[in-house]
């Protein structure tokens, strides 16, 4: 079992910036891939942003793609989304959630994840 917290949500206006923050317990010494999803009212969950255990690898969708960055740091487990330009559309709950048997070619989708947060609602007022 894999324990997933997110934090750094908040309001921002338009054009602003923020820092999210996910942590991942599980298996000492295991290091996860981990993604990061977001869920407007009204709407189904999408995918952000992806990064492969190592970090040699990053994925964006294409409405962040330039505007938010996906990093990680294994020493504490834990994995940023530096989010700026933001704009009302990005506004949502954002999870963070992390892959440990799920096929690692579907990392845009929801079945590429086994584990995730509870989520941390980013609001951009404009």
């Known amino acids: 079992q894999v324990h997933v917290g997110e934090w750094g949500g908040g309001l921002v206006q338009a054009g602003g910036s923020l820092r999210l923050s996910c942590a991942a317990s599980?298996?000492?010494?295991?290091?996860?891939?981990m993604g990061w999803f977001r869920q407007a009212p009204g709407k189904e969950r999408e995918f952000v942003a992806h990064i492969t255990w190592s970090g040699s690898s990053r994925y964006y969708a294409d409405s962040v793609k330039g505007r938010f960055t996906i990093s990680r740091e294994n020493a504490k487990n834990t994995v940023y989304l530096q989010m700026s330009s933001l704009s009302p559309e990005d506004t949502a709950v954002y999870y963070c959630?992390?892959?440990?048997?799920?096929?690692?070619?579907?990392?845009?989708?929801?079945?590429?994840?086994?584990?995730w947060g509870q989520g941390t609602q980013v609001t951009v007022s404009s």
């Open positions: 959630a992390v892959a440990e048997y799920a096929p690692s070619t579907a990392w845009a989708s929801t079945r590429g994840y086994d584990y």
């Open positions: 599980g298996r000492p010494g295991v290091t996860y891939a």
